[in-house]
Structure formats: C-alpha cells, structure tokens
C-alpha cells in the first residue's frame, strides 16, 4: 500500500511512466499485486471481476499450463479476446484478461499490440490504459513506436490531450504518426491552435511532415469555420515546405467552403485543383459541391452539377442521391424527395440505409409518423435493416408527439431486430423521458443502465443533467458532474449550456457565474451554444445589460449568432412590446450571414400581429420562400390567429386554403382555433363542419376545441344539440370538465327552469362528471344567479349529507342569491351561520354584503363592514370602493362619496361608469356643473367610458342652470349651447336619449328658434321608442358571420 500510495501522489505521466517501467516483478508467472491493480485504479476503470463467470470456471479448470504450450494459451486467450471485443462483450472481454494475466501468460510484442488495437477500435477505450500497464510490467517486452501509437490514439479519442502529450514527450520512440495523432486530438477538439502551436514543436524536433499534418490541420482550421486560416496556413506553411497536396487536402478544404456557404470560393477551388495540380475533381468533391449548394438551397446550381458529372463521365453513387434527397426533403419538403428517390430507383440505383434515413428524417420532421412506419415495412420487403440513426429519429419523433409508451415499444423491437441499443440511443430514451414529464421513469431507465454495467458517457451525462435540470432538480444535476468528475469523464459545452439554463430557470443567477468561472479554469471555451443559453437566460432574468455584453463577447471571439441567439432576441423584444427593435435585430442577423428558420420567422410574425403590424408581418411571411422555407403547420398558426384578431376572415380562408392545396396538414390549433372563432362568429355550421373534417383527418379534438364548440350552441340556446355533442364527445374519449360542466349548466338555466338546470346536472353526472364541491358550488351559484335561493339550500344540505362540506364559494353564492332577491336579513343570517361553522370570509363575501347594503341605503352598516374587512386583513378591491361611492352618493352624502373617490384613485381603483354616474349626478342635482364637466374629463382621461345616462345628467343638469334667476341671456344661454354640444357628441356615439333629455333639448331647440328641429327629434324619439317595443316583444337571433 505504500507503494500505491507514492505513485498516487505521482503528478506526471513521465514519473508515473518511470515507475512503471523501473518495478521488478518478483517472479515471471506473479505479479506484484499492489502493480497489478495500480492502473485501474488512477483510470477507475476496474477490471471485471465476475466469480461466478461461467467462462471463468471453464478456464480456471487448467490447473497449470506446460511451459511448451503457453504460446498456443496466448494465442487462445488473445482470439478469444478479439472476438469479445468484435461482440461488444466488454464484461467478458475485460475476464478473459484478467484469467490470462493470472496464468502469467505474456504475448509476445506483435500479440500485446494486437490486444491494445482490438481494445482501442473495439471502443473500450479506457482498458487501453490497463493492458498498456500490464505489458510494461510483465518486463518481456519493449514497447515500440506501433505500441505507443495506438496509446496515444486512445488518449486522444477520450479528450485526454494533456496524458496524450506528457506521454508523447516521455517517450524516446514517437515518429510523424505520434505527432499526426496528437495533431488531430487537437483539431477534433477544435483547438486547432494548439495544434499549430505542437506543430511547431515537431518542425523544432527535426519530425517530418507528411500530407497527413496538413490534412488535418486544414481540417481542424474548417471544422471550426476558420477556412480562410487554413487556406493561409495550406499557402505559408505546408506548401512552402514542399508538402504535396492531394485530393483529401482540396475536398477538405471544398468542404469548409460549402460548410461556411461560400459556394463561390468552393468552386474556384475545384478550378485551382484541376488548373494548378492538375488532379482531377472525384465524386466526393462533388458530391461535397452538392451538398453545399442543397444547403445554400442554388438547386439551379445543382443540377449544373450533376451535367457536369455527367460530362466528365463519373458515376453519381448512392450518396449523390442521399444527398439530392436530403436536401430537397429539407428545403422543398417530402413529397418532392420522395418523386427524387423514385427516379434513383428507375436509374438502377439502389437506395442504402442512410437514404431511407433521410426520407424518414424528413416524414418525422413533418409530422407524419404515419408514412415513417410505412418506410419500415418498405425497408423491410427490401431487405434494408433500418440502422441507428433511422429508429433515433422515429424514437425522437415519439418523444416528441408525447408517444413515449410506443417510444419504448420501439426500442423493445430494435432488440428483437438484433440492432444493438448503444449508448445514442439510451441517451435518446433518456432525454425523451425526462422531455415527456417521466422524469421518475428517466431516473430509473438509468439505474438499469448501470446495472447493466453499462458505462456512461458523455451524451448519457450530459441528458441527465439537462432531464434534472429540466424538473429543476439542481443538486441532483451538480452530483452528475461531481460524478464525471470522478469517473474522468469531461463535461462538454453542451453539458454546462443546461446547467446555467438549470440555474437561470430556478433564479441561482450566482450559480451561473460559478459555473462560467469553473469552465474558465478548466479552460473549456464557450461556443455559441453556450453564448445562446447565456443571452436568453439574461434576457428571461431581465437582465438584458449582461445579455448585451455577452452578444458582443461572443462576436469578439469569432462566433457569429445563430438562430437561438435570434430567437432571443426577438423575444425580448415580443415581450416589451417592441416589435420594430425585433425587427432591427432580425435585419442585422440576417445581413451578417444568418440563415432563419421557421422557429425565427414564427416568433417575429406572431409578435407583429399582437402589435397591429400586419403589413410588417406580411411582408416577412412573403421572403419565406425566397429563403427556401415553406411555411408549416405552426406559422400558419399563426397567421390564422393574428387575422382573426384583426377580424380579417377572408384572409383566414386564404391561409387556411393555402395549407389544403400545400398538404400542410392542420393540427389540433389550428382546428381549436378557427372553430372557436367561427363560435364566436355565431357561425356553427361552419364550426360542426370543421369538427368533422377535424375527425375524419385522424386528429382527435381536445377539451379546449369540445368546449368551444359547446360554447358556441350554449350562446344560441340550441341546449339538445348540446346534448347531441356531448353525447359524440364522450364516444370519442372526452370526459366533461368543470368549464363543460358551468357551459351547459349556465346554458340550461336560461330557461329559468329548476327542473331543466337539475335535469342538465344529472345527465352531466352519468357522463362521468366527478360529484364533487366544484361541482355543488357551480349547481349552487347557478340556482342563486337565478333568485332560486330555496332550491340552493335544498342543493347545499344534499351536498352535506354525502359528506362534501360547504366552503367561502358555496355561502358567498347563497348570500350573493340573497341579496339578489332582496332578503338582507337571510343573507346576514347566512352569513353568521358561515362564521360559525368556521369557514372564513373573503373580499368578495364583503363586497356582495357591502353592495347589498349600499344598493338598500344602509351605508352605516356598509361602514361597520368595511371596517371589519380591514380588521381580517382583507384588502378592498374596486368592487368595495364603487359600491360604496355609489351607496352614499344616492344617499345624498356627497362629501363622504368624494372622500372614498378621492381614496381609490391613489390606490389604482378605476371608478365604474355607475359610480361617475352618481357622483355627477349629485353635483348636476347641486348646480355644481363645472364640477361635473371635470368628472367627465377625469373619466374620459382614465379611459371609462361615458354611458348614454352620463350624458342624459349631464344635459339635465345644464338645462335645469340654464334656468336658475338672475343668469344675463349670455351664460344662459352658453349652459344651453353646452347641453347641446353634449347632446350631439352623444349622438356621435349612438346613444339614445332618455325621454326627459329629449324635452329638454325640444324646449333648447325651440328657444333657439328651431320649432322644426324640435318637432323632428320628438319624431324620431317615438319612432325609436316604437322599433324597441317590438324588438322586445319579437326578439331575433343575429349571426355574424
């Protein structure tokens, strides 16, 4: 143990390299036991220890091994390794050394090199490490320049560059390979810097550079979007050492051009390879120029492509026609891809798995899960057995749809298929659960992951945290990383992106810094993705300073926005308000290279309309197109919802259309949408129609389109076509709810019938609908509403006796009922009794009792109220104020009236259009006209609305001034000149005058000398009063449409 406990404290691979190679075993068949676990125990990668292996027990019956034959048990040992590693049996792999190194058995070189390659392809990485350990301990062999290779490369393909390095420099024998792989560590990394940086070192160190070097540093420059610096490092470096260039140099760079949509220096890069090198442009350059420009979405430049391959006489390959596939399926949608892939197949050209892939990405991308199942089949009849990639789209797509049952019946095939669930796709089943609300189910599916003995990796950790961080479980999401920590496994950026937005969803702002600090410490730079999480997290925080500045920190360090940060962005500003800085920050994206998606374009639109910018909205629905983006189910959403709000319905037609002639199916919004506003309309045919066109096309209404539709027949009083629906909407699955429930209870009782309101709640009842105290208080407050006070009492000792005890809802009903009918002694005594049961008031209990003693004039006992709510720490609302306003001003206490104004107005209360009535009036009925007029303009200037009995007061009351004595003829006649100006604005506004306004304005008329003008408003005045008496006797429905 003290030996251990030294080579713990060991900070550098060259000292734990010189410890390793300077232990002596103490004999050649037993290995020094505290060098024999050293390994696994600094990697934590424990070697498999299975006692009750069955392959073990079978080996363990040699008792001993004949010197002669240990050649032939190493030769064993090691196929039998290969063929567990090939399996993917990692346990029995991992046994099978352990039984061969217990033999003492040592490979010769060739075989330990052969182990470490079969480890290190395999995916076992990190036993790389152990089997590296145990050949420098068994002291019969020297590793040479191969053995430290594939070392290397382990190190490097788990991110370890820092071990990769320190052992690279340890070592006497590295050549050009050492130095390439370390070279391409770096550049997968992206720390293409670093890579320059350790090239230099290998120039210093006299090691050649081959077109190996060169291919991966231009690689490395591209795949972080830095083309141009490859080019000059291709240009100043490689070439000026004489490096020679080949055809992976040119398409690399090919690549980082279409990468970066600069398809024109793409191009004139195929032009300089065929000009200056004279090496001859292949399928892969091409089918590179083809997928750049399917991105750029130039099809006329693709198809000059594809002549171009014509004429040069090279065969365009399955992937050529992936990729037209793919990038039509993307940009033109999937009916195009799939006329494409029938085309391939008329050209003899057979489809592989990843074309099958792409058609089913893009049907899973539309929604249409439908077709994707028939792709299977289709896959099937062709003997194409769908890969990885094609079950993690279908699987994310479940998700998605909320389908996690079928999701994980999938899986369940996949195993009957013999497709191996890997780590992708456990990652895929992880985050599906946590994004479906099964976090519980999440948290266990990872537990049978381990117990399966299944290591996590970075995609399965970085899921968990996200999944924990999701359901705000933040000391869960801190232990993974503690927890990756310990197991050396790196979080990547992505990992940390969903840890600060774990922090800003939850408010640890603090948090989100010690996390930034932490990835600076560990120099882990942050990407754009990170950038994008930091923006919106600041934004959402309202903290839009720090999300500024870390825009502008983002674009310092190279990183260009992408469609999140815009995202962002126009969110911010939807939110304020402000849609012409979204639209400024939309522009400037844009005009820098950003390419928008629909997610962008539905976001700015649909903030536009809020803000009445429908001209603005229009316009930028209307370049769409000239983007390559058709427009799908969710913007057009959109448009439906924003015209409609408009009252434009043509234009809804339009839209809606537009989706039937694209075959841009309408989903359960659109439906919700358009019917409840045909609904409201009073349009129901049209809304029964669009609820069978909705059943017919598979998509099954929710509670929100049945109540609409319900609404819609409860408003026109049709109650046994309500019935009907109800009826086919329980058939369909959909069980009543409480706004169902209130809907048609409400809608029953306009026949003012107990019976039909009793009748309507017991059909409910067999409906499925839970007889609970919602349910009783809506029963209750319905009967109340209607001055059915007895029958509610009846109701409420019902709902005793089944043991639902009443609440505040229930007593503030019966008392509302009560005061209703004029029984301010009952309701008082309800009251009390609630009291004494213990059911504690709130304000709406003291506004019906305080209105009810107001409405009656007893303002003394409205005071005690009021007191009294304040005591129980209740706050009065607007209610409470107008209520008692409007009591004292009828009562002629205009003081007191003023003084309760004059107390609302600072606590944000708008007096009612009644309660600046009265206080008017009660000025108007003092001669105190002035004062009346500034009510007015007060009223005006808060935005309530005048009624037509404001402006009947008023009038009034400068018509009864007009005739006080001792007035000269001017202001006389200025107070009748005022009643009339008043009198036209309230014609302005279509109001119709009360009788005593109209002689008064008669007597204003024919003083003026305008007997005429008086006769024919009296005219009018009775031809008007005639049309409502039969209105009233004749009522009609109205339908808009």
């Known amino acids: 143990m003290k030996s251990l406990n030294q080579i713990k404290k060991l900070k550098s691979f060259s000292q734990f390299y010189s410890v390793l190679t300077s232990k002596r075993s103490h004999s050649q068949h037993h290995l020094n036991p505290t060098l024999k676990i050293l390994s696994p125990l600094l990697l934590n990668v ?7 292996s069955h392959d073990k027990n079978q080996l363990k019956q040699l008792k001993t091994i004949p010197p002669l034959k240990t050649h032939l048990y190493v030769s064993f040992y090691c196929t039998l390794l290969k063929l567990y590693l090939n399996s993917k049996r990692f346990p029995e792999a991992n046994e099978t050394f352990t039984v061969m190194r217990s033999y003492g058995l040592n490979p010769n070189l060739q075989s330990w090199n052969q182990l470490l390659y079969n480890y290190n392809a395999s995916g076992l990485v990190s036993q790389v490490w152990v089997v590296y350990s145990e050949m420098i301990l068994s002291r019969e062999v020297i590793p040479n320049v191969y053995t430290n290779n594939i070392l290397i490369h382990s190190l490097c393909k788990v991110g370890q560059l820092e071990t990769a390095l320190d052992f690279t420099r340890a070592v006497e024998i590295v050549d050009t390979v050492s130095y390439n792989t370390i070279i391409w560590g770096f550049c997968k990394q992206g720390m293409v810097e670093q890579a320059v940086v350790f090239l230099s070192e290998m120039i210093k160190k006299g090691i050649h550079m081959d077109t190996f070097t060169c291919n991966n540093i231009l690689k490395g420059y591209c795949r972080i979007g830095l083309v141009n610096d490859a080019e000059l490092v291709k240009d100043r470096l490689f070439i000026k050492e004489g490096i020679d260039l080949d055809d992976v140099s040119y398409n690399t760079l090919i690549d980082g051009y279409c990468k970066a ?8 890069l195929v032009v300089k390879m065929i000009e200056e090198k004279n090496l001859s442009p292949d399928v892969v350059t091409y089918n590179t120029l083809i997928n750049g420009f399917c991105k750029t979405g130039d099809f006329d430049e693709v198809n000059k492509l594809m002549d171009e391959i014509e004429i040069l006489g090279l065969e365009p390959n399955v992937i050529t026609h992936t990729i037209l596939i793919d990038g039509v399926c993307k940009m033109h949608g999937i009916n195009e891809a799939r006329s494409l892939f029938e085309k391939m197949l008329v050209r003899g050209i057979l489809p592989d798995v990843v074309t099958y892939g792409s058609l089913i990405d893009g049907l899973c991308k539309s929604k249409n899960l439908t077709k994707v199942k028939m792709l299977f089949a289709e896959m099937k009849e062709s003997d194409i057995v769908p890969n990885h990639v094609s079950y993690s789209s279908l699987l994310i797509s479940l998700f998605t749809a909320g389908n996690f049952l079928e999701a994980l019946s999938l899986q369940s095939k996949m195993v009957v298929s013999g497709i191996a669930v890997d780590l992708v796709v456990f990652g895929i089943l992880l985050d599906g659960l946590f994004k479906v609300g099964k976090a519980n189910e999440a948290e266990k599916f990872f537990e049978t992951l381990l117990k399966l003995r299944i290591a996590p990796n970075q995609v399965i950790y970085s899921a968990l945290v996200a999944g924990r961080c999701k359901v705000g479980n933040m000391s869960g999401a801190e232990a993974v990383l503690e927890e990756m920590e310990n197991k050396n496994v790196v979080p990547n950026v992505i990992c940390y992106s969903s840890i600060i937005n774990g922090y800003f969803k939850t408010g640890m702002f603090d948090k989100v810094f010690d996390v930034m600090r932490n990835m600076d410490s560990k120099s882990i730079l942050p990407n754009v993705i990170l950038y994008s999480t930091l923006i919106d997290g600041f934004f959402k925080a309202s903290k839009k300073d720090l999300a500024h500045k870390a825009y502008q920190e983002m674009l310092e360090r190279g990183f260009e926005a992408n469609k999140f940060v815009l995202d962002a962005f126009v969110n911010n500003s939807r939110k304020g308000g402000n849609m012409k800085e979204a639209v400024e920050y939309f522009t400037e994206m844009t005009e820098r290279g950003l390419i928008p998606d629909c997610v962008n374009y539905t976001s700015l639109v649909d903030g536009l309309f809020k ?18 983006l058709t427009l799908d189910v969710v913007i057009c959403n959109v448009l439906i919802n924003g015209y409609l709000k408009l009252g434009k319905f043509d234009q809804v037609q339009s839209v809606y259309n537009y989706m039937m002639q694209e075959h841009v199916p309408p989903d359960q919004v659109t439906y919700k949408t358009m019917i409840n506003a045909y609904c409201e309309w009073g349009n129901l045919e049209k809304a029964v129609e669009l609820w069978h066109e909705m059943k017919s096309s598979g998509v099954l209404p929710n509670s929100i389109t049945c109540n609409s539709i319900l609404g819609g027949f409860c408003k026109a ?10 009826d086919e909407m329980v058939s369909l699955g959909f069980c009543p709810n409480s706004v169902t429930y209130k809907l048609v ?21 067999q409906m499925g609908f839970k007889r609970d105290r919602m349910t009783y208080n809506t029963l209750i407050t319905v009967l109340c509403r209607l001055g059915m006070t007895r029958k509610a009492t009846s109701v409420l000792e019902d709902m005793t006796r089944i043991g639902i005890s009443a609440d505040t809802i229930t007593y503030n009903a019966l008392i509302y009922g009560y005061i209703k009918g004029s029984h301010l002694k009952k309701a008082f005594s309800t009251f009390s009794q609630m009291l004494v049961v213990g059911v504690v008031p709130n304000a ?15 303002m003394c006992k409205a005071d005690d109220l009021l007191t009294e709510m304040l005591k129980r720490g209740l706050v009065p609302s607007a209610s409470t104020y107008n209520s008692l306003v409007s009591g004292h001003g009828k009562n002629g206490d205009n003081k007191k009236a003023m003084k309760l104004y004059f107390e609302m107005i600072p606590k944000g209360f708008a007096p009612s259009t009644g309660t600046y009535n009265v206080l008017i009036s009660g000025f108007s009925k003092a001669g105190q006209m002035f004062q009346a007029r500034e009510l007015l303009n007060e009223m005006l200037k808060r935005k309530v609305m005048p009624s037509s009995s404001t402006y009947d007061i008023l009038i009034r009351g400068w018509y009864e001034l007009s005739y006080q004595p001792d007035l000269n003829t001017s202001v006389r006649n200025s107070y009748r000149h005022k009643a009339l100006e008043l009198f036209e604005d309230m014609d302005r506004k279509r109001f119709g005058p009360c009788r005593s306004t109209v002689i008064c304005v008669s007597s204003i008329l024919k003083r003026g000398g305008r007997k005429e003008d008086a006769r024919k408003l009296l005219d009018i005045y009775k031809i008007t009063k005639r049309k409502k008496k039969r209105m009233q006797s004749h009522p009609g429905k109205a339908t808009m449409r």
């Open 46 to 52: 424990p070697i498999c220890q299975n006692n009750d």
């Open 261 to 268: 949509r600069d398809m024109k220096k793409a191009r004139e």
């Open 611 to 628: 803000v009445g910018m429908e001209s603005v909205a229009r316009e930028k629905v209307n370049k769409m197109p000239e983007e390559n």
């Open 717 to 726: 009083d049709n109650l046994n076509e309500v019935v009907d629906l109800l």
């Open 745 to 765: 209870l409400e809608a029953s009782s306009k026949s003012s019938r107990a019976d039909t309101v009793f009748k309507t709640h017991e059909l409910l009842l």
């Open 844 to 858: 709406v209990t003291y506004n019906i009792l305080i209105g009810g003693c107001s409405n009656a004039g007893l």
